[in-house]
């Protein structure tokens, strides 16, 4: 069975950095591209990033660009979002996902940003 | 960035009733359109992806449409399980996006 597990989330002051890991397994994770999407509380869902499958290629939104970092492992079967500079909004559930339309999601990983 | 705007973003509904939820986007593209229903505290799951592909082990009741810039999504007979909100999300360029969601309610 595909599994996607999420870490590293937690309370964070703002300005500060956090890294987000998601180990997956059950599939051939290097053939995939992965995707994080987030959805603060009581929101709707936000794309953040997406990484292709060799880890050559990635896309962030506007609204972390400059601030967060999607990148892989495909040796470690691991998908990493490296978010510096972390304000209030960014606080959410952060969600890794298998693909670009996912059928496959984490269970999320909490981030709160606040002093 | 190519806007998603659903509507509506709440319906009351009864079982049995047949269900439109629609996907209006800023710009035109083909078929790059994904479906997804959300529940309280879980992820999302993926009910239609290419605009009308019916993701594997999903009902048939869930049928997608559209091209261009209207897609929708239609539940041909509720049931209990289906109140959720529902989203669209477009993946034909960056940044991917997705419709600000539709809660479907128990009337």
């Known amino acids: 069975d595909v599994q996607l597990l999420e870490s590293g989330g937690g309370l964070v002051q703002p300005g500060g950095s956090l890294r987000l890991s998601c180990a997956a397994s059950?599939?051939?994770?290097?053939?995939?591209?992965m995707t994080w999407v987030r959805q603060a509380p009581g929101k709707g869902l936000e794309w953040v990033s997406v990484v292709s499958a060799n880890g050559g290629n990635t896309y962030h939104a506007d609204s972390v660009k400059g601030r967060f970092t999607i990148s892989r492992d495909n040796s470690k079967n691991t998908l990493y979002l490296q978010m510096n500079s972390l304000r209030a909004e960014d606080t959410a559930v952060y969600f890794c996902?298998?693909?670009?339309?996912?059928?496959?999601w984490g269970q999320g990983a909490l981030v709160t940003v606040s002093s | 960035a190519i806007q998603l705007t659903q509507s509506p973003s709440s319906l009351s509904a009864s079982v049995g009733d047949r269900v439109t939820i629609t996907c209006r986007a800023s710009?035109?593209?083909?078929?790059?359109l994904a479906w997804y229903q959300q529940k309280p505290g879980k992820a999302p799951k993926l009910l239609i992806y290419?605009?009308?592909s019916l993701e594997s082990g999903v009902p048939s009741r869930f049928s997608g449409s559209g091209s261009g810039t209207d897609f929708t999504l239609t539940i041909s007979s509720l049931q209990p399980e289906d109140f959720a909100t529902y989203y669209c999300?477009?993946?034909?360029?960056?940044?991917?996006?997705f419709g600000q969601g539709t809660r479907l309610e128990i009337k």
């Open positions: 999300q477009q993946f034909n360029s960056y940044p991917i996006t």
């Open positions: 710009q035109g593209f083909s078929s790059t």
């Open positions: 059950g599939f051939t994770f290097s053939n995939y591209a």
């Open positions: 290419d605009a009308s």
């Open positions: 996902a298998q693909g670009l339309f996912p059928r496959y």
